[in-house]
Structure formats: C-alpha cells, structure tokens
Nanobody, 123 residues
Framework: QVQLAESGGGSVQAGVFLRITCVVSGVTYSRYCMAWFRQAPGKEREGVASIDSDGSSRHADSVKGRFTASRDNAKNTLYLHMDSLKPEDTAVYYC?????????????????WGQGAQVTVSS
C-alpha cells in the first residue's frame, strides 16, 4: 500500500523559514519523481516544485529563490525548504509521486498523493 505522509506545517509569521517533510512508503522511492503542490482556499492546486531521484529539479516561478525541494533517497523522504514566507504562500501543501523522469508541475501527471499539510503565513 502506497502511503505519503506530510508533516511540519504550521502557522508562522511572514519572513521566517519553515520546512515540511513527506515520508513515502510502499513504493521503490528511487524510481519515482516527487513533487510538491499547494492549494489555497478557492484556488486550483498549483505545482510548487518537482525533483527526480538523480537530483534534477524544477521550481515554479512564484517560489524560485525562496523555496527548495530536496530528497533523501536512503530515507524515502522529500523536503520542501521554504524561506522568506509570504502571506500568499498560505495553502495546504501536498506531496505527490509520479514516474521517474517526469519533472512536471501538473497535478494530473502524478499517481500518488499525501493528505496535505496546512501552512499559514500571517503578516
């Protein structure tokens, strides 16, 4: 059974650093491209970053220079390091797994999803 479990969300003030984590089980982690998505109230789910098992990655323009996705293949773990947080970053953040080599930011391309972690940034 495939499971993706996010943790590390919370309520923070603008400008601080926060890291969220996703632990994956039930699949051969190194064979999957991993991604972070987010969904704010009343908005569509949007891609934040994707990272493949060889370390290649892409990040959405809205977070470039502030957010960094990383992964530890030995620990089946995905991270999203978020710096200089803004109120507009407030959303539920989801991790997702898709086929190796994907590196897209389209939700429909990903097969497995976590339950989400709330991140709330106040000004």
């Amino acid at each position: 059974q495939v499971q993706l479990a996010e943790s590390g969300g919370g309520s923070v003030q603008a400008g601080v650093f926060l890291r969220i984590t996703c632990v994956v089980s039930g699949v051969t982690y190194s064979r999957y491209c991993m991604a972070w998505f987010r969904q704010a109230p009343g908005k569509e789910r949007e891609g934040v970053a994707s990272i493949d098992s060889d370390g290649s990655s892409r990040h959405a323009d809205s977070v470039k220079g502030r957010f960094t996705a990383s992964r530890d293949n030995a620990k089946n773990t995905l991270y999203l390091h978020m710096d200089s947080l803004k109120p507009e970053d407030t959303a539920v953040y989801y991790c997702a797994a898709g086929p190796y080599g994907l590196l897209t930011l389209r939700p429909a391309d990903y097969d497995y999803w976590g339950q989400g972690a709330q991140v709330t940034v106040s000004s």
